[in-house]
């Protein structure tokens, strides 16, 4: 399975090393029963950034991300706090931020609001404000220097 993994040349970065980590928790599983605190906390964290990339279009809620990796919300934002120094809101948000500066920048056409319907949920003026305030300039300042 993993060497199955590693030589289709279709997945990316993120997908082999999930497949890894999977790979790697079913032997450790099966060797040891249980797995230790540490490793369950390594395989949390190597699995929730591929699950944000992909999910970075919705609406999540910390408590979707709990259910998913079977965690409770405590320990989900202590493992991330150490880890990556903020909460789980406020990381998704940035990675939202970035994703969206990295649209603008790369699309050569379509406006602003096609960009931003592809997110669930989102205040447009909150979310330029939030825009702003992380860059230092509105998105239309970003889009007319991709031009």
Excluded: W
């Excluded at 990316?12 to 099966?30: A, C, P, T, W």
């Excluded at 029963?33 to 950034?49: A, E, R």
């Excluded at 989900?76 to 706090?81: A, D, H, L, T, W």
Aim: charged content about 25%; aromatic content about 16%.
């Amino acid at each position: 399975m993993l060497f199955t993994a590693l030589n289709d040349a279709s997945l990316n970065v993120d997908q082999v090393l999930r497949k890894f980590m999977d790979y790697f928790f079913e032997i450790h599983s099966l060797s040891n029963g249980l797995m230790s605190s540490n490793l369950k906390k390594s395989f949390f964290i190597k699995q929730l950034i591929p699950y944000l990339k992909e999910n970075i279009y919705k609406d999540l809620a910390v408590n979707d991300m709990c259910q998913q990796f079977d965690v409770s919300r405590r320990s989900f934002e202590s493992y991330f706090k150490k880890y990556f120094g903020n909460s789980p809101a406020s990381h998704f948000k940035k990675m939202k931020l970035m994703r969206v500066r990295q649209e603008i920048l790369s699309v050569k056409s379509g406006d602003l609001s096609s960009i931003l319907s592809k997110f669930q949920n989102f205040h447009i003026p909150h979310f330029g404000q939030f825009y702003k305030r992380y860059f230092g300039e509105t998105m239309t300042q970003t889009r007319s220097r991709r031009n």
